[in-house]
């Protein structure tokens, strides 16, 4: 069983707005942070933004932070990512990540213990 589980994604126009979420399929297990990474057709894997799961606090790469935010439920176990304002350039499989300890740079994917299978978000021109 996948430890994390991203739903959500699909095709949108320029401008428009997509909502992906991923949930921690193992509660019981200690996350201490969620993340969002995305890696586009011929590019390296790139930091999106990542949420601190005790108090909520966000995080995000300059080239998303205008456009993009991160929330968490309750109970801790899913978080999404609203994206806005959706560009071609957001055009990229986004993956979800958690970290289990706590860690120095949670903008590295080595700060990460687990990773889902990667969704597909396409912004269409």
């Known amino acids: 069983q996948e430890k994390l589980l991203e739903s959500g994604g699909g095709l949108v126009q320029t401008g428009g707005s997509l909502r992906i979420s991923c949930t921690n399929t193992e509660p019981n297990f200690r996350r201490v942070v969620m993340g969002w990474f995305r890696q586009a057709p011929g590019k390296e894997r790139e930091f999106v933004g990542f949420?601190?799961?005790?108090?909520?606090?966000?995080t995000l790469a300059d080239s998303v932070k205008d456009r993009f935010t991160i929330s968490r439920d309750k109970e801790m176990k899913t978080i999404d990512m609203q994206m806005n304002n959706l560009k071609p350039e957001d055009t990229a499989v986004y993956f979800c990540?958690?970290?289990?300890?706590?860690?120095?740079?949670?903008?590295?994917?080595?700060?990460?213990?687990?990773w889902g299978r990667g969704i597909q978000v396409t912004v269409s021109s």
């Open positions: 949420i601190t799961l005790t108090n909520g606090a966000t």
């Open positions: 990540a958690s970290a289990r300890y706590w860690a120095g740079d949670y903008r590295n994917s080595n700060g990460y213990n687990d």
